[in-house]
């Protein structure tokens, strides 16, 4: 007879199937939690995520390059840290900007372009400013405590000092497109800044500068249509490069075979072989007849260096003997 359940036995396997169903819908409530970023279709992202991760790295080793350049100029302790790559429009980078900064107007000069402004924007901040500037005219290296401009002696400076890291830029660059990036012009303004579209895709490059105990930020602002040049100046050099390598790949063995064509080798024709034993040999004379292990008329083998290339028949050319070759014979490196 079938076991009957009693009622406290049924409210447990009910409770257990309520709380089977709970633990499936925990998943779908941790998923509606998840934050999702909006996709804004009306600006859509120019570039991939593995190209900013290029440039990342290309500005990781610009971070490096810049830390010792300004530790060597200001002969202190200085540290530059890249912390992010993004996309964004312009005015979004500008807006976030204060009125008052020392941003600076550089022209990449890409080689082999026939755009004329292949404009970079670098900005440093205050706080970063007169660190440097107190530092050159023989400091500890300190930012001011009040908020105010920078004197002409002042930006005359710092003019000087990021100059020397416009310089540097190209180092980065020199594997992937060739250039000589130059600074232009400074400016104290960020509003009154003009060339940009304030609708246009820029990629920005924030880096961490720190000068003693002093930290702020250095920004790079790359408009998308410089973005985009040196992307296919780099991918058009990348080309170039492979086409190279495989010229002088061909080249290279054209100049191996030629070498190898001027080297001598003995050929020998061989009518037969037999074996003999020791004794035989030491009592041959003249007269003797040798058997061999080939029939009369029979092809005989042509040999380079101890290997058999040919067969052939034994014959007579301009009173020597010779043999014209009859059949080519497959070597191991044929067959492989």
């Not at 401009?149 to 594997?175: A, C, Q, R, T």
């Not at 490069?241 to 290279?252: F, G, I, K, L, T």
């Not at 004379?285 to 260096?305: F, H, R, T, Y």
């Amino acid at each position: 007879m079938a076991e009957i359940l009693s009622q406290s036995q049924i409210d447990m396997l009910l409770s257990s199937l309520v709380g089977e169903k709970a633990e499936e819908k925990i998943p779908e409530a941790e998923a509606a939690t998840k934050k999702i970023k909006e996709y804004d279709f009306r600006s859509p992202k120019h570039f991939t995520r593995e190209q900013l991760k290029i440039l990342f790295s290309i500005y990781e080793n610009y971070a490096r390059i810049l830390s010792s350049y300004a530790t060597g100029v200001l002969q202190t302790y200085c540290l530059v840290e890249i912390v992010e790559v993004e996309e964004q429009q312009y005015h979004e980078f500008n807006n976030a900007l204060p009125d008052s900064v020392f941003m600076g107007i550089i022209d990449l000069a890409v080689k082999d372009t026939e755009r004329d402004d292949d404009t970079v924007i670098m900005d440093l901040s205050k706080d970063i400013g007169f660190c440097v500037i107190d530092r050159l005219l023989g400091g500890a290296g300190v930012p001011l405590a009040m908020d105010r401009e920078y004197s002409e002696i002042e930006h005359g400076l710092l003019e000087h000092f990021m100059k020397g890291m416009v310089n540097l830029m190209k180092n980065v660059w020199f594997d992937m497109v060739e250039m000589a990036p130059v600074l232009i012009k400074t400016e104290t303004n960020a509003r009154i800044l003009q060339g940009i579209n304030p609708d246009e895709n820029v990629v920005i490059i924030v880096m961490n500068f720190l000068i003693n105990e002093t930290q702020s930020k250095l920004s790079i602002c790359i408009p998308a249509v410089t973005m985009e040049l040196l992307f296919k100046k780099k991918a058009s050099q990348n080309k170039k490069s492979r086409r190279s390598d495989q010229s002088s790949e061909a080249q290279r063995k054209t100049d191996i075979m030629q070498e190898i064509n001027k080297s001598e080798l003995e050929i020998t024709g061989v009518l037969g072989t037999v074996d003999v034993q020791l004794k035989e040999l030491l009592d041959l004379e003249v007269g003797d007849i040798i058997k061999l292990n080939k029939p009369a008329g029979s092809l005989i083998d042509l040999v380079v260096e101890d290997t058999s290339w040919f067969k052939g028949y034994l014959g007579v050319h301009n009173k020597k003997r010779a043999s014209i070759i009859e059949e080519p014979l497959q070597r191991r490196s044929d067959a492989i």
